[in-house]
């Protein structure tokens, strides 16, 4: 019921600084807890950030605390992702999702957008 668009993906230069944007073109995530997610070639989809539905509380993976920050605007039906001190190995497709702490699960996602960073 709800369809995500991600946005703001771009070949960056290493210490760069990059803000993702996911907004809800079908329905409206104003009730959903959010998370993005990312996956390099070759790898597996990793986890790096969640925000609860009201905004009050994230959580991030340890390869990218201190450098992202997620955020949600609710009225603007979007959730951002702030990348600052990029570095080559933060090249992958990023995702945004719904995600239920309840049941541990992503139920919504986007179709991703491509963050590439070079050295």
């Known amino acids: 019921q709800v369809q995500l668009v991600e946005s703001g993906g771009a070949l960056v230069q290493a210490g760069g600084s990059l803000r993702l944007s996911c907004v809800a073109s079908?329905?409206?995530?104003?009730?959903?807890?959010m998370a993005w997610l990312r996956q390099a070639p070759g790898n597996e989809r990793e986890y790096v950030a969640r925000i609860t539905w009201s905004g009050g509380s994230t959580n991030y993976a340890d390869s990218v605390k201190g450098r992202f920050t997620i955020s949600r605007d609710n009225a603007k039906n979007t959730v951002y992702l702030q990348m600052n001190s990029l570095e080559p190995e933060d090249t992958a497709v990023y995702y945004c999702a719904t995600w239920s702490a309840i049941r541990s699960t992503y139920a919504f996602w986007g179709q991703g957008t491509q963050v590439t960073v070079s050295s």
């Open positions: 079908i329905g409206t995530i104003r009730n959903y807890n």
